[in-house]
């Protein structure tokens, strides 16, 4: 054998090894992004829960507004529905309609100091608002794993692999326009 084919052979076996690294990199990074998936998953179903036992606790007092149940039940629907899907998009857009029905169902209990001192009510706003504060941390891990991912395809070398082996960008979680605005208090008290 002659030392040119043992370069060229160790040139082609190099640049295999290397590509399995770079395929391995790829894959580690895909499987980040669904385990942060499945943490914000576990967490939007543990507050699904939850909310129908605070719209049915706010019912118990008959003059609490429906129209602001109504809001927080469809919201919930909808973000149940993207859930399943695993609709990234949707899930967004969704979360921050619930996100804005909850803000509201949080304000207009104000004006009921009876729910208020409900030691349900207050158990549940409690818990509903630690599992918000979880899903925020989850879906900032979840962003920065996609971030990670959609940048590694893109750059020289790891994308001539991700083509081959049709690596796809991943979408952010992006909040929704309205609830990355200031809040209108005035709007809130005024339903």
């Given at each position: 054998?002659?030392?040119?084919?043992i370069?060229?052979?160790?040139?082609?076996?190099?640049?295999?090894l290397?590509?399995?690294?770079?395929?391995?990199?790829?894959?580690?990074?895909?499987?980040?992004i669904?385990?942060?998936?499945?943490?914000?998953?576990v967490?939007?179903?543990q507050?699904?829960?939850?909310?129908?036992?605070?719209?049915?606790?706010?019912?118990?007092?008959?003059?609490?507004?429906?129209r602001?149940l109504?809001?927080?039940?469809?919201?919930?629907?909808?973000?149940?529905?993207?859930?399943?899907?695993?609709?990234?998009?949707?899930?967004?857009?969704?979360e921050?309609?619930?996100?804005?029905?909850?803000?509201?169902?949080?304000?207009?209990?104000?004006?009921?100091p009876?729910?208020?001192?409900?030691?349900?009510?207050?158990?549940?706003?409690?818990?509903i608002?630690?599992?918000?504060?979880?899903?925020a941390?989850?879906?900032?891990?979840?962003?920065?794993?996609?971030n990670?991912?959609?940048?590694?395809?893109?750059?020289?070398?790891?994308?001539?692999?991700a083509?081959?082996?049709?690596f796809?960008?991943?979408?952010?979680?992006?909040?929704?326009?309205?609830?990355?605005a200031?809040?209108?208090?005035?709007t809130?008290?005024?339903?």
């Open positions: 054998m002659s030392v040119t084919a370069v060229v052979l160790a040139l082609i076996a190099i640049a295999v290397y590509g399995i690294v770079i395929y391995n990199n790829l894959v580690r990074l895909k499987h980040n669904a385990k942060a998936w499945a943490n914000i998953d967490l939007l179903k507050r699904h829960d939850e909310l129908p036992k605070l719209v049915e606790v706010c019912r118990q007092y008959k003059q609490f507004e429906e602001t109504t809001r927080v039940i469809e919201a919930r629907s909808r973000v149940s529905e993207a859930r399943a899907q695993q609709d990234v998009p949707a899930l967004g857009a969704a921050g309609m619930l996100r804005m029905g909850l803000g509201q169902l949080f304000a207009v209990a104000e004006a009921y009876e729910l208020k001192t409900n030691e349900h009510f207050m158990q549940l706003q409690t818990r608002t630690s599992l918000e504060n979880a899903i941390d989850r879906r900032e891990m979840y962003n920065e794993s996609v990670v991912h959609n940048v590694r395809i893109e750059q020289f070398p790891d994308l001539l692999v083509r081959l082996l049709q796809a960008a991943r979408p952010l979680l992006e909040f929704s326009t309205a609830e990355k200031d809040v209108d208090l005035k809130l008290f005024d339903n």
